[in-house]
């Protein structure tokens, strides 16, 4: 059913149980689910959060400005795509990391016809460092990065098994969407992604499919177009 998609994963999804550092356990996990859904014939590019590492927000009033925060988060995903490229490739996949601002040589400078074409060979493009640009979410870049390359969706990997009325893990009357619009989603202030990602994949017709990561087999089932979590479309 999708052939090309952005796969956005939260930096805490790398943290483990805690959701804090590098958990290679982690790591090793969801490696062998992109892989499995990159050998299925799904080309995969990949947005990581650093929420594990440091979030720029959490820095405001504890003496760190709201930008120089957000370089620090950019450069935690960096961080987090490094770890996550060379657990992919311990798989016999080949991935490249890629940066919104230049690093060389800790990683390549984004250019979307080198992503693109990184892709079409069967290869894991992880595009890491945000947009370059603070006052931006990792959501907003997935967002934009999936508009860049002509994702066919763009799949929110979290730890819950798709969108609800409420939180599950807080509220247990909370109830599961299988699908619903942007607008409903943006009206009743559910928690899928910031407004501006929201915009812009509305804008450029591509659906958000928010999943359960740390189920087995969850990425390929998608690529099967099986239902799988919540779709939100226009």
Do not use: W
Not at 54 to 64: D, E, I, P, S, T
């Amino acid at each position: 059913m999708y052939k090309r998609v952005l796969l956005k994963l939260s930096g805490e999804s790398l943290g483990g149980p805690e959701g804090r550092g590098i958990d290679e356990k982690s790591l090793r996990k969801a490696a062998g689910e992109i892989a499995q859904a990159v050998r299925g014939g799904m080309q995969v590019a990949i947005v990581n959060g650093g929420g594990n590492i440091f979030r720029g927000l959490q820095g405001v009033g504890k003496g760190f400005d709201r930008v120089n925060g957000d370089k620090m988060g950019m450069l935690a995903t960096v961080i987090n795509s490094l770890g996550l490229a060379m657990a992919i490739r311990s798989e016999g996949i080949e991935a490249e990391v890629f940066t919104a601002t230049p690093m060389e040589p800790i990683a390549r400078y984004y250019v979307r016809e080198k992503a693109v074409e990184l892709l079409e060979k069967g290869g894991v493009a992880l595009i890491a460092g945000g947009t370059g640009n603070p006052f931006f979410t990792t959501d907003s870049g997935a967002a934009l990065r999936a508009l860049e390359i002509g994702a066919d969706a763009l799949l929110k990997g979290t730890r819950v098994d798709g969108v609800y009325t409420a939180d599950p893990e807080k509220d247990p009357t909370a109830v599961k969407y299988d699908e619903l619009t942007f607008s409903k989603a943006l009206a009743d202030h559910l928690k899928v992604m910031d407004a501006t990602a929201f915009a812009l994949c509305e804008q450029g017709d591509v659906p958000i499919i928010v999943f359960d990561m740390n189920e087995p087999g969850n990425l390929s089932r998608i690529l099967k177009g099986e239902k799988v979590g919540t779709l939100v479309h226009a």
